[in-house]
């Protein structure tokens, strides 16, 4: 053998050494760990925006085609008796993010910003502050106190806008990335899931992510990809559908514009057409849901994963001849929620005890092991996804504080009532009691508290609803929140309420 042969053998030998060397050290080094648990459960919280019950299949209806979000409700649990607490987007939000009742936080339209300290005490700070990758995209809905921008800077992937957002992703500016190839926000929303799942599969950490899409909200703009749908598809009206079905109802309500929405958002004579689109919008949210969740299973990590889809509030549709929502009836405030854990033994079942959106961060964080902040008001949902015949909570209270005062209003809901009171007066209106039995009147087309059978169950609630305005006093965040008390006081005369409200207006 020739030496240059001989050299070259050397070098070889001396090659397969080092590399099999550094093959044994990498494969013996120990890996290092993050500092947060890998174990620990990741989130997707899905919120919709004006979404009614009747959008979905797994809802009952069998006119719509909602198939992945239909695939969460098979592997997850259906909740049909869940309540938002103030039925419009602000206020709403911030129950979701908070746990808490819009009196405590302060916020909505007319009232005022997010408490900074309370931001920090939503669900995605506290996740982030105990190890979690957060993301969040869509409608934010909200300001916080203490800041001039939204806080982008708190995530570790932003596509939040402000305002209402728009359904033209090029529009959006946090999303314009995405809008050459999905020019309508709804699945622009779903690539960036996608995209969140994927980056964060390589991150070693658990995630939260968190989608408020704008669908479907108004203006009615469609995804024109999925025209092709509903176009022959005729959908039939609620069984309280029109004015014939709202003569016992509370005059107060009909003094705000969802009143005459009924005529002007075309529900009164072009209801087929106006509710194919509505129920397009909500397709594109469910191919945008299959995005996600495709990701989730290509990544391995749906069984590590809770999914948890809901809406800020719903939507009357013509219902007792009422369009929008703000309203106490139930297309308004019941809304669907979703919840998909995994290992649950009780995939596919409903469950028909009381929640409420202020529950959304308790639950999170009972999952994730956190303790919740002092003084929530929500209760977790974990004990139902275990036990769905149990109950978590006795009540829950509903309320409006913004647009006219004629129309605000304070609710109380249990298993199987709910009672209404509206204080406002004028000369021809007096102040209103309403009470449904939520199990044998579901489209609530009687005002059982004119039955005189009724009387103890109406004495019930109405004691549960004075202590609810006592505690408005004393918890309120806000001293605009606190002459509430007063004017849900039922034994004060409308006299001292009109004069309150004179003085409060002046100020």
């Not at 004629?406 to 509206?422: D, G, I, M």
């Not at 004119?450 to 109405?462: I, Q, V, Y």
């Not at 006592?470 to 009109?498: M, N």
Request: charged fraction near 25%; include cysteine.
């Amino acid at each position: 053998m020739s030496c240059k042969s001989r050299l070259n053998t050397q070098l070889l030998l001396v090659f397969v050494f080092f590399t099999l060397f550094a093959t044994r050290f990498v494969i013996s080094a120990p890996l290092e760990m993050p500092d947060n648990q890998p174990d620990k459960p990741n989130f997707v919280i899905l919120l919709t925006d004006d979404q009614a019950l009747c959008t979905l299949g797994c809802y009952g209806n069998p006119s719509v085609q909602t198939p992945h979000i239909d695939a969460l409700a098979k592997r997850g649990m259906i909740f049909d008796s869940h309540y938002v607490t103030t039925a419009i987007c602000m206020a709403s939000r911030c129950n979701i993010m908070t746990g808490l009742y819009e009196y405590r936080t302060g916020c909505n339209f007319t009232k005022d910003k997010l408490p900074l300290d309370l931001w920090h005490q939503s669900y995605p700070m506290l996740l982030k502050k105990h190890g979690y990758r957060i993301g969040f995209a869509g409608k934010f809905g909200f300001e916080i106190q203490g800041l001039d921008r939204l806080p982008a800077d708190s995530f570790d992937m932003w596509g939040g806008g402000e305002g209402q957002t728009s359904f033209s992703t090029k529009k959006n500016k946090s999303m314009s990335s995405y809008a050459e190839k999905y020019p309508h926000a709804t699945l622009s929303y779903g690539a960036f899931g996608r995209d969140f799942v994927s980056s964060s599969a390589h991150t070693g950490q658990p995630f939260c992510l968190s989608i408020s899409f704008k669908a479907p909200h108004r203006p009615v703009t469609p995804d024109p990809k999925f025209d092709e749908i509903y176009r022959n598809v005729e959908f039939p009206k609620p069984k309280n559908f029109g004015r014939a079905h709202s003569h016992h109802l509370a005059p107060q309500g009909k003094t705000f514009r969802q009143y005459k929405r009924f005529k002007e958002w075309g529900y009164s004579d072009r209801f087929n057409e106006v509710m194919r689109d509505y129920h397009q919008l909500v397709y594109a949210v469910d191919q945008a849901v299959g995005m996600i969740v495709s990701e989730l299973e290509s990544k391995g990590l749906m069984e590590n994963t809770v999914i948890v889809f809901t809406s800020d509030n719903g939507y009357m549709c013509g219902s007792h001849g009422y369009g929008s929502k703000v309203i106490p009836y139930e297309e308004s405030v019941r809304v669907p929620l979703i919840i998909c854990h995994p290992g649950t033994q009780h995939a596919g079942a409903r469950c028909q005890a009381l929640t409420g959106n202020i529950d959304i961060p308790a639950t999170i964080f009972d999952i994730a092991e956190i303790a919740s902040p002092n003084r929530i008001d929500g209760v977790s949902i974990k004990p139902l996804l275990e036990s769905p015949d149990q109950k978590i909570r006795e009540q829950l209270e509903l309320m409006n504080f913004w647009g006219p005062v004629e129309s605000h209003y304070l609710a109380v809901v249990t298993e199987q009532w709910k009672y209404v009171y509206w204080f406002h007066e004028s000369e021809t209106v007096s102040a209103t009691e309403e009470l449904f039995d939520r199990k044998r009147d579901p489209y609530e087309l009687a005002n059982a508290g004119l039955a005189t059978e009724n009387l103890d169950e109406l004495n019930s609630m109405r004691k549960r609803l004075d202590r609810s305005a006592y505690r408005i006093g004393v918890e309120s965040r806000t001293s605009e929140y606190r002459i509430y008390k007063d004017l849900f006081d039922r034994q004060k005369p409308w006299s001292e309420k009109a004069k309150l409200l004179q003085e409060d207006s002046s100020e």
